[in-house]
Structures are given as C-alpha cells and as structure tokens.
C-alpha cells in the first residue's frame, strides 16, 4: 500500500461530514503561519486543508499530488495547487507528513512522478484524538464521475446527454454499493479508494474504461489475496479479450492461443502480447515496430533471446492474424475500450443489483468464493449477449514459475492494457 509509483492521485471528490474534522481542522488551521487577511482567500485555503486531511486519513499509503500551477485536474477556485503546497508544506514542516518531491523528465515525460506524501504518527495520533475516521468518508454525488479527455489527456467539458445521465446514475448506484462493504488487503489495510469514475477519450466512442479503484493498482497475487468482509476471493477475467472481439467483428470465434506461435517457446508469448497491443493501436508495421523498438531501448520490453529479427516476429505475427490484420488502426484499441467498459458496466450493475460486491480491473473481475459461479456465467453471457460469439473466462491463479523476463513482460503489458499506450507511447497517436 506504499508503493511511491503506485500512490492514488488525491481525490477532491470525496468528504467527510463529522465535528471531529470540524475541531481538527479548526485546530491545525489556528498553527498555519502567514494565513491571508482576506476572508475568502482563509476559506480556500481552510478547504485545502480539509481535502488534504481527509484523503490522508483515508490511506494507509502515499496519495500523490501536483505542485504544478497548470495540472489541469485541479478545481482553480476551490483547489488551487497553491494552496495545497501550502497545506502540504506546513504539515511537512510541523512533521505530520512524509513529503516526497516529484520530478519531470522532458525526454520521456512517461517517467515522471507527481509528488506524494503520506501521513506520520503524529498525524494519525491527531485523526485517533479527534475520531476522525475512514468510515464517515461519503461519496460526493456532485462530483463528475465522467471523465472526458482530448489527446494531451486534458479534460474538456461536454453536453449532458441521456447516455451521459444514465451512465452517471450507473456510477452512483455501483460505488454506492462498494462503500457498503470492507475490502482489505493482505497487509490488513482497508482499501478506501474504491470510488470509481469512467475516462472517455476524444469522445464517447472512445475509452470509456472504470478507474479509481485502489484494487486496480495491485499486482495479480495481491489481488488474489484481498478480502470482501472477511470472504476470501477469485478473480476471473476474459481470455484474450480484445483479439475475441476483433475476431467477432468478422463473424468467428476466436480458437487457441492469439499469443502463440508454432516453433517457439512459451516464454515468447508475454512478448507477443505485447506486440499484438501495439498492432492493435497503430495497424501499421513500421509504426508498431518503432514503438516495440523503444520499449526495448528503454529497458521496458524484454525481447527473448531465441527472437533473433523484430520484423521476422513481426511478419509472422501478422500472417497468423491475418483475418483481422485490416481491423488494426491507430483508433480501435480506444474503440475496444468503449466496447469492454459497457461490458463491464453490465457485469458490475448485475452484481449490484443482487447486493453482491464485484470488484473490476477492466477485463477482469474479483468476487468473494461464495459466488464464483455466478460470475463465470455471467461474464460469458455479457459477452456473447453484445457480440454474438464466444469469448472464454478463465480463473486467474498465482503466478509462480514464471521467468525474471516473462516476468517483467507480463507487468508490462498489465500496465500499457490498464493505464493506455498513450501514456507510454504518445507517438502512437500523434
């Protein structure tokens, strides 16, 4: 839960309603030095504190912010980024905060971190005091749980449409359902950051994919070992999703394994899933290649000794795809994306609907044992419902003997399919 590259980035759409935050707030504000005369300028900075406290007692890790005055996630009137470092440079200077710098790269700005900080004892000794706790936190309904971004990854504003309103009310009834019940992790952490939002990209036929759930930023065995009010889980996700659905488009059912290749080894095939991400996004070789090219430079991308030429992989991986070769364009990975997210937004409403916690990590699904079943035939029935075809689900298990390079190939590949080729290979949709 303190993973620093992993840290939540702070949430200014939850609240905590108790007259103990009122008094703690009251308490830490009366110490902040060179407060503002104006009336209305102590208030906004009297709310960034609030905002910094609640979402620092509803961590046991880092939560990331910006101290950039241009983020554009950040609300300028009530939210300022100057006045969070102010709140977070006082509670660093009075040691009730860890704070760890952030750093840009501008050749690869992929690599850069926001900065993070954590709570200290005194902190937490303070939230004990005054009864300030994780549990009074609420979701605030007022926040804009859709998300839509151009291609610098900006938020933009769009109309209200019924698509927008019932997609909204979806996200309510779902992350109302969440705050419900008790998610822990294996270090006994309660998982608070279980607020989902959906991220559109250009436009509603893009993207459209649920984040905000602390769960999605675990590793596959951490996941493995989370509890849903002290019920063990499994998860269960779809078995090369979107070659499934490109195959679909052509009217055939997807048969073996997309990620292999007659004549070589096991370990090639974390390789090629990467590689068929990339195909998937750009459709054009020389393209795919370049991207492919600067993983691999970058110490990203591993590519197994027994490849001896990137284009020979390449063209063979083609040739084996051929069918849906014509299908690969710059723009269908995000049109994909838009397909898995309404899939995922029936299989998260079907559980809701029963009162069944399911947790999401975009293609896969996380559910306490008791109900296995259910979610295997319903996963399955969501899919062939919107495509007419068959797309199997398979129980995700804990990965042991697996190669250092597969390793680090398969931790790869979850990245670029969860967080978007975008962030890491801009170029691909220039």
Avoid at 237 to 251: N, Q
Avoid at 363 to 388: A, C, G, P, R, T
Avoid at 407 to 427: A, C, T, V
């Amino acid at each position: 839960m303190g993973n620093l590259d992993d840290a939540p980035k702070i949430d200014f759409g939850i609240k905590l309603k108790s007259t103990g935050l009122n008094r703690l707030v009251k308490f830490l504000f009366e110490k902040f030095p060179n407060k503002p005369p104006q009336t209305t300028y102590r208030q906004r900075l009297r709310d960034c504190l609030r905002i910094v406290l609640i979402n620092l007692v509803n961590t046991a890790g880092y939560i990331s912010y910006s101290r950039n005055d241009h983020t554009p996630q950040y609300q300028p009137k009530k939210y300022s980024t100057r006045n969070i470092r102010k709140v977070v440079d006082f509670l660093e200077s009075a040691r009730f905060i860890e704070n760890m710098p952030g750093f840009y790269f501008a050749d690869d700005p992929t690599l850069s971190r926001w900065s993070r900080m954590r709570p200290q004892n005194k902190l937490k000794e303070l939230f004990a005091r005054y009864e300030v706790n994780q549990s009074d936190i609420e979701i605030d309904k007022k926040k804009d749980l859709i998300i839509l971004r151009d291609d610098e990854r900006n938020s933009i504003p769009y109309p209200v449409t019924p698509f927008i309103l019932s997609a909204r009310e979806n996200l309510i009834t779902i992350n109302e359902s969440l705050a419900a019940h008790h998610i822990v992790d294996s270090s006994g952490f309660y998982i608070h950051h279980k607020i989902f939002h959906r991220v559109f990209n250009r436009d509603f036929e893009h993207g459209g994919r649920f984040y905000g759930g602390r769960w999605q930023n675990l590793s596959g065995n951490d996941r493995l070992n989370l509890t849903i009010d002290n019920i063990t889980v499994f998860e269960y996700d779809y078995d090369a999703l979107h070659p499934s659905m490109l195959y679909a488009k052509e009217g055939v059912n997807l048969k073996g394994d997309p990620y292999s290749l007659k004549g070589y080894s096991p370990e090639v095939r974390y390789f090629l899933k990467i590689v068929m991400l990339v195909l998937i996004n750009t459709g054009d070789k020389a393209m795919a290649k370049r991207a492919i090219q600067k993983l691999i430079n970058f110490k990203e991308l591993i590519m197994p000794n027994e490849i001896k030429n990137l284009d020979d992989i390449l063209n063979k991986f083609m040739d084996k795809h051929w069918l849906i070769a014509h299908l690969f364009r710059s723009s269908i990975g995000l049109e994909l994306q838009r397909l898995d997210s309404d899939i995922c937004e029936s299989v998260l409403m079907h559980f809701c609907q029963k009162d069944i916690p399911v947790l999401s990590v975009h293609d896969s699904f996380i559910v306490q044992k008791d109900h296995e079943k259910m979610l295997y035939e319903v996963m399955e029935e969501e899919f062939y419902d919107k495509f007419n075809a068959v797309c199997h689900v398979s129980k995700k298990s804990e990965k042991c003997h697996v190669s250092k390079h597969s390793k680090k190939n398969s931790i790869l590949y979850d990245s670029l399919s969860s967080k978007g080729l975008q962030r890491f290979l801009p170029e691909i949709y220039c």
